[in-house]
């Protein structure tokens, strides 16, 4: 989102903010994958980014009409619906949706591994729109990033066997997530990060759902299938995936440097991995 001149965010609010996303989206590559055992995987992620959406946007303006009698309520202009689709398409439907395909070819806990090179492409779009080469320390953590990675990869027995689709899958995942959030910094947004988060989940998750009827997920869903897993998972994933830690994601875009809010995929494999060996 557009930087404006504002009081610098807190340590303790960056800190509570970066450790919700750390925690809470590590945990949801393993609710990823309870969810589309049962569910169609794109229309199920559209679904949960279109509720998250519409509660965030009615939550707002329920406070506005609350509030009605002090600051003038913030009204969304076009621009701001056109940075919306934007930043919900490349962070929703190619970031949160190339994951979620890529768990139906390869385990959650790989899918979460690879991830954590996005920081890497983050760093490297954010330098070149900005003209300017990462500093040292900032090279220094990306190299320590990726040893992390391959550390986390080597036990994987056959690495070899793994669906090269899978792998790609991430692969553009992240480049769709990466280009997002180095957009979402600079795009005209409205200035409360709560509308814009509305805004950006209900525009992807509509392209969510569009990709999936396109691919025919409707006409091959069996309604009578669906698992109790995998309907709470997808509870869980509106709830704190979305609502909770896609709102600190967009809180951290707009008050920190891209690469301090790139850091959440370092941390999340971790989880992830931990996760999927214990359930």
Request: avoid cysteine.
């Amino acid at each position: 989102m557009t930087p404006t001149a504002k009081a610098r965010p807190s340590t303790a609010a960056v800190a509570i903010a970066l450790l919700t996303v750390y925690v809470v989206w590590g945990s949801t590559y393993l609710a990823i994958a309870l969810m589309i055992e049962t569910l169609p995987p794109l229309m199920a992620a559209g679904i949960r980014f279109v509720t998250a959406g519409v509660f965030m946007l009615g939550a707002v303006a329920a406070h506005a009409r609350w509030r009605r009698r002090g600051a003038p309520i913030e009204r969304p202009t076009l621009v701001h619906w056109r940075s919306a689709a934007i930043v919900g398409t490349l962070l929703l439907l190619g970031g949160n949706g190339g994951v979620v395909l890529s768990e139906l070819l390869i385990p959650s806990g790989i899918a979460a591994v690879l991830v954590a090179t996005t920081p890497i492409f983050m760093a490297l779009f954010d330098s070149i729109l900005d003209r300017r080469r990462p500093g040292w320390l900032v090279i220094g953590g990306l190299v320590a990033g990726i040893v992390g990675v391959a550390i986390l990869l080597a036990p994987v027995d056959p690495l070899s066997r793994l669906e090269p689709a899978g792998i790609g899958l991430v692969l553009i995942a992240e480049i769709a997530w990466a280009s997002g959030s180095v957009y979402a910094q600079r795009a005209p947004m409205p200035r409360s990060s709560f509308l814009a988060t509305g805004m950006e989940m209900l525009s992807g998750g509509i392209a969510l759902l569009g990709a999936g009827l396109l691919l025919g997920e409707l006409g091959r869903t069996d309604f009578s299938a669906f698992s109790l897993d995998s309907v709470l998972a997808l509870v869980y994933l509106i709830v704190f995936g979305s609502i909770v830690a896609f709102t600190a994601y967009t809180w951290l875009l707009a008050n920190v440097s891209v690469t301090v809010v790139g850091t959440y995929a370092y941390v999340n494999p971790i989880i992830a991995v931990v996760l999927g060996a214990v359930l």
